[in-house]
């Protein structure tokens, strides 16, 4: 990755006050770019983006994405050279409990965010993020492809899949008309991604973190499922080049991008609440398997295997993933640790992304 690439560019990101949107924020303000975010209030209390005193480093709008006229002229006032949209509603059991809510965020929102890059010329790049939920669900046991065929039997899947319909619609109606006067558009899905600083509910790490707080056992839901666990900044890295091709590579790069971790890593969830545990170092915390909540059930089809195959980034951008998973645990109990400790979160984010840097 060329750091130098990031000084002084105008970088818009929404849902910059979210878990991964506060990780690319900091790793952007730190190689020199000039951050301009557009999000709701930080979705949790507490949260990565005011524990990491970002707003002390990024220029702030709180606008939602579902607001057309203000995304819009907000945007234009930016005047950003590139543009990373990950505001969205990204929990699957909220999804359930609110599905219209979802879809207007999830599938206006990024029409909205795609709308607004049209009519903004100084955007040479934009990177939309999804999710590897996007994908048909088959149950199939070898890695989704970009060109497999987007599904969703519940309504936070299928949001993700009708985005990114709805990029590839903006892409070949308005950005690719006429390459050298408009953005290139591409879209990134990652898989489980895990770090310090995710406060959300019905997440496992930070289920994890609460139950140890009150000593009481872990509730999981699906103890059986297989998911492509990976540290947050592994697929950061990824967008980050994905948005420097597109700006230097232009439309030759404007397409999907997975990305996941190695096969290696792939871990159920009881294998990966059991490797926490260890790199915690606790040993009196143990997951077990709960119904859900009453009046709320499963995502319907829920997968119990989900794997991404990686071999474009690899081949095309070569992108590897750096770190072992439990290399990635040891990092995000760490963070948790300073967390509990009161230590200074945005020095202890900082530090781990000089050291996922460091990796070769």
Known sequence: MAAHFWRDKRVFITGHTGFIGSWLALWLHRWGADVVGYSLPAPTSPSLFHLARLNNSVETTTGDVRDLKHLTESLAAAQPDIVFHLAAQPLARDALLAPIDTFSTNIMGTAHVLEAVRQTPSVRAAVIVTSDKCYENREWLWGYREDDPMGGHDPYSSSKGAAELVTSAYRRSYFSKDPENCA????????????????????????????????????????????????????????????????????????????GPADTDLQTVAQLCATFNHALHQN????????????????????????????????????IPRMELYTALELTATWYAGYINNEDLRSLSESQIEFYQSLS
């Open 184 to 259: 290139a558009v591409a879209t990134v899905r990652a898989g489980n991604v895990i770090g310090g600083g995710d406060f959300s509910s019905d997440r496992l790490i930070p289920d994890f973190i609460r139950a140890l707080e009150k000593e009481e056992p872990i509730k999981i839901r699906n103890p059986h499922a297989i998911r492509p666990w990976q540290f947050v900044l592994e697929p950061i890295s990824g967008y980050l080049q994905v948005a420097q091709k597109l700006f230097e590579g232009g439309h030759a790069y404007a397409t999907a991008w997975n990305f």
């Open 284 to 319: 009196d915390v143990e997951p077990i398997e709960v119904s859900l909540q009453s009046g709320v059930t499963t995502p319907p089809d829920e997968t119990a295997f989900v794997r991404l195959d990686i071999s474009k980034a690899r081949q095309r951008l070569n992108w």
